[in-house]
Structure formats: C-alpha cells, structure tokens
Nanobody, 127 residues
Framework: VQLQASGGGLVQAGGSLGLSCVLS????????MGWFRQAPGKEREFVAA????????YYPDSVKGRFTISRDNAKNTVYLQMNSLKPEDTAVYYC?????????????????????WGEGTQVTVSS
C-alpha cells in the first residue's frame, strides 16, 4: 500500500492551498480516507475523513468551515482544500486509508483506525 501526498507549500495567513493524495495497492473506492497533521513537538492531529462515496465527511472544530475533503474514486485520489489558513495550521500533512471496509468504523474515530499513511507534505502558513 502506498499513499503519495502532494500540494503543500508556503502561503500567507488567510490564503488557500489544495492537497491531493493518490492511493495505490488497495481498491480505493472501498475504504474511508482521511488526513491528519503533525507539527514539530506536537501530537498527531486529525484533520478530516471521508467515506467511500463521499456522502459523509467529518472534521474537528479546529478546521470545520475552512477545510473540505473530497475524493475521486476514478482517480484513486483524495483531496483536501484548505481555505482561510492560519499560522497554527502549519504542519506536515499526511493522508491515510482506514482499516476495514468503509462503514466498519465511524468517521469520528478515523485517527484510531487508520491503517496506512504516506510520507506527508509540508504546509507552512506565514503570519
């Protein structure tokens, strides 16, 4: 299983960035997908999750209304659109695939049942 994230970079506060992640080695459309982030010296933080069809998503309060997760099952790709970025959003962002078929676990618990994740992409928000 491989996940390759891309799209990170440097942006000013208030700006936007879009991340994408391609999954290989699994039947993409069968699994929940998600994103988490980790800043230096901080714990891993869940960012977003989406079910197999895209009909259900979940976000923590810290990003709700600013971040949008989506997926294209034909391209084996999950996306994260980040708007109104803040300096505290600075982190390495990782995409991950859930364990078990979509629907096995609630999206609210994604960070506990994610199975594989990629190398991550750096997002830096300057003030």
């Amino acid at each position: 299983v491989q996940l390759q994230a891309s799209g990170g970079g440097l942006v000013q506060a208030g700006g936007s960035l879009g991340l994408s992640c391609v999954l290989s080695g699994r039947t993409f459309r069968m699994y929940d997908m998600g994103w988490f982030r980790q800043a230096p010296g901080k714990e891993r933080e869940f960012v977003a999750a989406i079910n197999w069809s895209g009909s259900s998503t979940y976000y923590p309060d810290s990003v709700k209304g600013r971040f949008t997760i989506s997926r294209d099952n034909a391209k084996n790709t999950v996306y994260l659109q980040m708007n109104s970025l803040k300096p505290e959003d600075t982190a390495v962002y990782y995409c991950a695939v859930g364990r078990g078929r979509s629907g096995t676990y609630p999206l609210t618990l994604f960070i506990t049942y994610m199975d594989y994740w990629g190398e991550g992409t750096q997002v830096t928000v300057s003030s």
